[in-house]
């Protein structure tokens, strides 16, 4: 999974999609996967970081990364 090339991110969560128009905002966190996916992470790098910094359970993790990335497809923002 990859965020499009042409995506527009900022660090305090701004998501734009030139190709539509659209444009989206995200929480503190989400920007973090976002700039960690744009650095060429894989999704299991991503969970892995995310499971070191912040005090989630794996199995919430995995429900909301679920969640997340069905959303992130649905915006026509990633490439699977």
Same mark, same amino acid.
């Given at each position: 999974m990859k965020l499009k090339k042409n995506i527009a991110?900022?660090?305090n969560g701004f998501i734009f999609n030139p190709s539509t128009g659209d444009s989206f905002s995200s929480n503190p966190i989400a920007a973090e996967i976002l700039a960690l996916m744009k650095a060429?992470?894989?999704a299991e790098d991503i969970k892995? =970081?995310?499971l070191g910094r912040?005090?989630? #359970?794996?199995a919430q993790l995995e429900r909301?990364? =679920?969640d997340w990335v069905m959303q992130?497809? #649905?915006a026509n923002l990633i490439d699977l």
């Open positions: 991110t900022s660090e060429g992470q894989s892995t =970081e995310i912040y005090d989630v #359970d794996r909301d990364w =679920e992130l497809r #649905d």
